[in-house]
């Protein structure tokens, strides 16, 4: 089955760099494009990007268009998403999906 487990948040102070990961299990995983989504407190889920098979960039929102960069190592059946210049409203939990599934997210703190 297909298993997505992401690590990698942690508390940052304004200003500084998280990386992501997300490492996938039960798939092809370098046929598929594979997506980062973020929900903050008391609102909607929010596609932060999508980085496809062949590994365009797309949806891309322009909140964090310049500081957030999608990668994936096929080798290594792992999405990555750098994170620069965090700002207080990208505090939120980070889900990757692929295949409608979901990782159970890691939480993103940017506070001083």
């Known amino acids: 089955q297909v298993q997505l487990v992401e690590s990698g948040g942690g508390l940052v102070q304004p200003g500084g760099s998280l990386r992501l990961s997300c490492t996938a299990s039960?798939?092809?995983?370098?046929?598929?494009?594979l997506s980062w989504f973020r929900q903050a407190p008391g609102k909607e889920r929010e596609l932060v990007g999508v980085?496809?098979?062949?590994?365009?960039?797309?949806n891309v929102p322009d909140s964090v268009k310049g500081r957030f960069t999608i990668s994936r190592d096929n080798s290594k059946n792992t999405l990555y998403l750098q994170m620069n210049s965090l700002k207080p409203e990208d505090t939120a939990v980070y889900y990757c999906r692929a295949l409608g599934y979901w990782g159970q997210g890691t939480q993103v703190t940017v506070s001083s």
């Open positions: 980085i496809t098979a062949t590994r365009t960039i797309t």
């Open positions: 039960g798939f092809t995983f370098s046929s598929y494009a």
